[in-house]
T-cell receptor
Framework: RKEVEQDPGPFNVPEGATVAFNCTYSNSASQSFFWYRQDCRKEPKLLMS???SGNEDGRFTAQLNRASQYISLLIRDSKLSDSATYLC???????????????FGKGTHLIIQP | DTEVTQTPKHLVMGMTNKKSLKCEQHMGHRAMYWYKQKAKKPPELMFV???????INESVPSRFSPECPNSSLLNLHLHALQPEDSALYLC??????????FGPGTRLTVT
């Protein structure tokens, strides 16, 4: 299976800072793109889908560049509660058709410091 | 409501035991997934059910046996597991734009 690559971190940043995560994917047939957040010992939770036109949800902005196969996430005015692992996730069809699945990056660990 | 439920939350079993993990969703999603996650690693896909039929088995050992009794339920039957199978087992269902919603997981320890 093709890979999704992201910087594992950890990123240690002060509260209020802006944080940027980057991710690249290798399967050009990938169809859908997401950022998930996972807290320690919890399940991954969908943070936002990522669209080619770019999309924003409050302090979070995601961008997709299909030509470069590159995805980004920007967190502005970071809060202590943003501390978590951020997973770059790509949905791709399986060979043979009939199903698809998510491929996860290894995750970037973010620590917001007071 | 984007809730996926899983039971039990925790499970400790011996290598000769047989147990089952259960997953339920009532969002009308027609694709459901089992993942295995070890500490500090991303989730790894095990099985995909699409319209209640097994469509993907990612070379999972036969000691793991999935079952989809209906469109809302997904089971994972466990038998003769090994200590290295200890992990967090996550169930997910897929929404209309291919996003997946995860249950809280079952933390499995094999002794």
């Amino acid at each position: 299976r093709k890979e999704v690559e992201q910087d594992p971190g950890p990123f240690n940043v002060p509260e209020g800072a802006t944080v940027a995560f980057n991710c690249t994917y290798s399967n050009s047939a990938s169809q859908s793109f997401f950022w998930y957040r996972q807290d320690c010992r919890k399940e991954p939770k969908l943070l936002m889908s990522v669209y080619s036109s770019g999309n924003e949800d409050g302090r979070f902005t995601a961008q997709l560049n299909r030509a470069s196969q590159y995805i980004s996430l920007l967190i502005r005015d970071s809060k202590l509660s943003d501390s978590a692992t951020y997973l770059c996730v790509v949905n791709s069809p399986y060979s043979g058709g009939g199903a698809d699945g998510l491929t996860f990056g290894k995750g970037t660990h973010l620590i917001i410091q007071p | 409501d984007t809730e996926v439920t899983q039971t039990p939350k925790h499970l400790v079993m011996g290598m000769t035991n047989k147990k089952s993990l259960k997953c339920e969703q009532h969002m009308g999603h027609r694709a459901m997934y089992w993942y295995k996650q070890k500490a500090k690693k991303p989730p790894e896909l095990m099985f995909v059910y699409s319209y209640e039929k097994l469509s993907i088995n990612e070379s999972v050992p036969s000691r793991f046996s999935p079952e989809c009794p209906n469109s809302s339920l997904l089971n994972l039957h466990l038998h003769a597991l090994q200590p290295e199978d200890s992990a967090l087992y996550l169930c997910a269902s897929r929404g209309q734009t291919y996003e997946q919603y995860f249950g809280p997981g079952t933390r499995l320890t094999v002794t």
